[in-house]
């Protein structure tokens, strides 16, 4: 039963709920048969729901259906904990079904698909349960609100199977007036924000212990969010820009204005916009229980920045905690982020997440003008705003004063005594050796889930988003021992010079390595040529499971239904490298060999959802490498090393590559014969 899935792929068979009628809300009881009919020719099957005692959902009730839903305001996160709870502790799958069925016309819609996605997540018997796409449930988080109204009559006059795509101009937020807005696409990626709030459920800071205590998950919270912003900057050289700057003078006005032009269909609201110069303000919003004084947050960065140079932090029993070589890290993710596992709240805060907040309100700190959070305050839209950078750059400085203060790496940590990489190179069809190559690509995501409208029946959006050719590494190692030796091969990928065209130094190069690939390799005796896909990458997700595959009849890269969007952590496979530029963007490539006696974590791994281990984990495993994330680039260097050749051992090799972007647009692949399109504008 559980191996069903519970939403209904277009074109299969369409199967309703068949609710007890106390389950109705009070407003459709009398017009329940009516309902019922009106959707009766286009179901197949009916699957009936148990009658069960029903649980004490006032807690979740709190918040209004239509209201809009935070994770990062505390008040939410409480209400959203409970239904977790609620979730998880139906005994039986059928109890489960009944209760999600029973909420789901009662509690607020956010939260809901929030709290129903960590269960199905986390419970034993829908470990094979695919969670509904966020893309189709709430498409108004991804897109234009404009789509939706032209969405609507599209559908209302032109029957499924003849309807056009309703095409999003690439350019909608802003106009490069605005130079932030040359890296709009990265940020307003589909992709990109879908892996961020999936990464964010499979990590949930607010649950029960057993969800939250997840292995090295504060840990990863700083490795995860450090990578994304070592892709930003390498993003923002390739377009000219400069690094990002830290927000840490939180009395001075931003000068990043975020106008995200998306509307909530199911709040009716408009998301908030932020104009440039806008300061932080004391937040006091009663409606949300949020008292909040700027003063706060400096306090607890004031508090973690003297615990870490104490190297140790208190628990609240005034317990000292040391932060070790390689617990430490774990433990401050926790703390700066901060997760239910921080070892003391009270001392520490809760800082990342108030950021967020403080964020999200400076535009109504007081509620006077009833305007709710901006896209700073929601795990799926945050990444939209060019201030999500700059907040988590100063948060990923908190992580980096820690591991200054660890010992830098000896070359006996880093070497591979005789396993010698002598060749790299990168290969895409019909491009010279060394050259990745980038262009625009168009896809469609279906709106017809996430859109209550009749006639039902499909109906296209069509982005357009950065992607590359694919490529191949072709390595070759010489293991100079007599017998195998096994080993990790680790890729990253840097910008060769900053911002002013002058080459990095190590200390700075290290924090822009943007991890490419991570796999285990058996070494003959003798020369070894590797052979490795751009997209079997230990960062990403296939194409397909971002834009879902719209075709039926079309293979999807071997992904099962299952593993459509239960694994939707991952990196999008379209956004593995950077841009580039039209001339050429000069980038370097790191591969290493590592000993995997320092490596190996044994385990089973074979579970449906591994493909994106780097930034994700694996689900229900430990992290599959036991080395701290980002090795061997999360420390400063050993003495003597100012570059990044300085580093390297034998086991370790540079190439330099040239990223060619090619200013073309691909017509989709994902969706049928490639039809007309409507032009949105
Ligand atoms: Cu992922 Cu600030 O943590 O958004």
Redesign the pocket.
Known sequence: RPAEPAYVPKGEKKVAFDVPPNYLPDRYRNVAVDVINRFADTTDSKIPIRQITLPDLSIPLRLGRREPFSL?IPSHRKMAARLIEIFMGMRTYDDFLSASVYCRDRVNTNMFIYALSVAILHRPDTKNLPIPPLSEVFPEKFMDGGVFSRAKEEANLVPAGSRQPIVIPKDYTASDLDEEHRVAYFREDLGINLH?WH??LVYPFEAAREIVNKDRRGEL?YY??EQ?MARYNLERLCNNLPRVKRLINWQEPIPEGYFPKLDSLVASRTWPSRTAGATLKDINRPVDQINLDIQDLIRWRDRIFNAIHEGAVKDTNERRIELTETEGINILGNIV?ASILSPNRNLYGDM??M??VAISFCHDPDHRYLESFGV?GD?ST??RDPV?YR??AF?DDIFQEHKNTLPPYTTQQIDYQGVQITDVQVVTPNQPTNVFSTFWQQSDVDLSRGLDFTPRGAILSRFTHLNHAPFRYRIAVNNNQGSARMGTVRIFMAPDKDERGLPFTFREQRLLMIELDKFTVNLRPGNNTIERRSDESSVTIPFERTFRNLDENRPVGGDSLAQFNFCGCGWPQHMLIGKGSKEGFPVTLFVMVSDINGDRITQNTETGCNDAASYCGIKDRLYPDKRSMGYPFDRLPRNGVDTLQQFLTGNMRLTSCNIRFNDTTVPPRNSGADSNSLTFS
């Open positions: 990062f961020h990464w964010h919270f995860m969010h994304i982020e990342h997440n950021g967020h700073m795990s945050a990444m999500f907040w988590h948060v």
